[in-house]
């Protein structure tokens, strides 16, 4: 059993954890993830590890409620605990001075590119970030951005903060007003990588996408997060999750993630109607007393 030591909403549905995992917080580098049980019968949800606190034995997971699974976790507070909490799994980001590091990232995604952010400005990296979000209230981590980045930019797609558009549009006026990438990671929607990563290429910068398949096992036995980069098959969870992006076959990645929606959608209305019928017996029982 992993308890959980604190439970933040950072935005709606968006929910941080500090939750006990000493073996994973000792061993932990950037890049990688753990997967998580809230219970035996639980779904096995892959989360990146935000942060390590090794001296506590604590690790920080960033949660968005997207399924039955992940909103069941979302009602979890201090004192309750997940069952299990496996890692860290995945390679650790191939980090290296490289000079101009563009991060680039969407909604939730800024969660896995923090720690790779901080990872590489300790490595000398003069880092810049694009942080892109559906609205200001959904913008998550931006103040802990601003700490690691030397320069921080931000969209919307409606326009209520930084620039009005996605994040593309800030990469692209970016550059046309003479900055210089010498690399780019790239970190959020499917669709959104697919996009940032044929900007990069048309702009000639080397790209890497940290990837988000179904995943199940992690440890490349079920084969559910096969990937394709180059033509050749991989496995995300062991040779990933981050891939050269360039090489990214993100059209095949967008279908198999959507694989089993109408099966996630018919559990979360289940999931409220059995909520209705626990909320109705309670006030049952309350209205005999």
Known sequence: MHPLHSHRVLAEKIHEFWVEAPLVARKYRAGQFVIVRTHDRGERIPLTVVQADAANGRIRLIVQEAGKATALMAKFGPGDSFLDVVGPLGKPTHIENW???????????????????????????????????????????????????KDVRISTDDGTYGMKGFVTD????????????????????????????????????????SLNPIMVDGT???????????????????????????????QELILRNQAYRDQEMRQLEHMADDECKLEAQLHGEKSHV
């Open 99 to 149: 000079g101009n590091l563009i991060a680039v990232c969407g909604g939730v995604g800024a969660a896995p590119l923090l720690p790779i952010v901080k990872a590489a400005a300790e490595a000398g990296n003069n880092v810049f970030a694009v942080i892109g979000a559906r609205s200001k209230d959904l913008m998550i981590l931006e103040d802990e951005f601003r700490a690691a980045c």
């Open 170 to 209: 800030v990469l692209r006026k970016w550059v046309e007003e003479g900055q210089k990438f010498h690399e780019a990671i790239i970190v959020g929607p499917v669709v959104m990588m697919k996009v940032a990563a044929a900007l990069t290429k048309d702009l000639g910068i080397p790209s890497l996408a």
């Open 220 to 250: 490349g036995m079920c084969g559910g997060c096969r990937v394709t980069v180059h033509g050749k098959t991989f496995f995300a969870c062991v040779d990933g999750p981050e891939f050269d992006a360039h090489g990214v076959d993100f």
